[in-house]
């Protein structure tokens, strides 16, 4: 026999009924007009900016930030926790460089790269390497054998059409392995601003000093090498040894298949230039305030959900990859059917699916409903795939990846990594967009019927490596696990 809603509603209690499930359209609406209504994403990140600073992993204010998330998740009223992990890690002391004439050095501002020895003096003629990708090395056979490599940190205006940037740790790995005796990257960005990050391809450290300069002083020092043969002293000192670090996680526990895990994820380190408002508190502190909305309303997905915030990402995937290895040693990790990453993302128009084409559309039709709620999200699904985000070590493993397509100012990349990181590149629409709209995505994803990608198999993700052209790149970073 029926019972009508109304007699369930008054006597569950007593006889057990449970009124029915919304619809996904509703729940979608209603997880907009939270956002809208109660986000506390853009004051929470403003107020951890000013108050903690930087984020570096292993610092004190990287612990600061570790409390900050666990209180912020608890005072949610969500199930939070703190997942420990200790490594050896790096951070910067001192550094000069001084590039010139033979003879004629003189100082030139400079940051050292993440991973450099702990000390270094190094002088040498320096050596014109373009972009630093394999194809330069080839053209010039070892031309940079006991020198100083320079190169670019993109690509070349210049540069054969097609031309496939890496990464500057695998640009530092490829002058290494070519005899280099240092490296110095010049950035991209104009107004000399300087940047850091790892170079550094697997978190261990390099046996050069790597260090950056800014794009008009690399312009600069490319035109004088024209004319007259250049030289470069770096000197600096840095620190290596055991930290004790803490990704946290909070979890909304699945109503009808708890033991099936959807991640979503970002790093909640920083670098130490300045307070790392884009990168990556624009993608954390999104994650936050999505695990605010969700417990506010009761939203109960067939799937549990971990909300983390993985810190050491910007040394080497640190937190991301402990995560990983922990699930492997504990016999968990097939319970995590998809990793949603945030790493700078803020405004999106569309998700991009990690790769994994069979998945488009599935999230083609909850894009449409999203579209339809609020058409700024315009449903665009790209299927690339890249490394050097946390969604790596969860790729590497065959679990289904994807991120955000973000529709972001233009100043916000130009500043990762840099001394110009701060929260007033924050537009507060951008990231209250990213929550709503990703949190729409998030909840359709953990309640689906069916899952729209399945893990892949150890040859099966071989394969996907090499046919995403990811194969060098891997085996750079000596991750490359398949052999020869």
Known sequence: MKISLGICLLAGALWGCEAPKEDLDTVLTKINKDVLANSKAYQTLEDATSTIGHRLTGTANGAAAEEYAYNLFASYGLDVKYQPFEVV????????????????LEYLPSVSLAHSPVEADVTGEIVDMGNGIQADYEAKPGAVKDKIALVYIGILPDSPEGTSNLHRS???????????KAIIIYNQVKDKVLLTGTASVDGDLIPIPAVCI?????????????????FARVQMTNTSAPIKARNVIATIKGSELPEEKIIIGGHLDSWDLATGATDNGLGTFAIMDMARSFKQLGLKPKRTIEFIMFMGEEQGLLGSRAYVEEAKANGTLDQVKY????????????????GRTEAEAFFKEVGQKINGIDSLYSNLTRTGAGLHSDHQPFMLEGV?????????????????????DDFDLIVEEHILNNVRFSGMVLYALADADQLPAAKLSDEETKTFMQEKGLELKLRLGGDWRWGM
Request: proline residues 4%; contains cysteine; negative net charge.
């Open 339 to 354: 990793m949603f990453n945030q790493d700078m993302s803020g405004n999106p128009i569309g998700m991009n699916l990690g």
């Open 170 to 180: 695998e640009k530092a790995k490829l002058a290494i392995d070519n005899g280099a």
């Open 214 to 230: 800014g794009y008009e002083d690399g312009i600069a020092l490319r035109e004088k090498m024209k004319a007259q043969k250049q």
């Open 89 to 104: 890690s790096w951070t910067r002391g001192t550094i000069e460089t001084q590039i010139g004439a033979e003879g004629k």
């Open 400 to 420: 289904p990846t994807m991120s955000p397509i973000s529709n972001l100012n233009a100043d916000i990349f130009l500043c990762y990594h840099a001394d110009c």
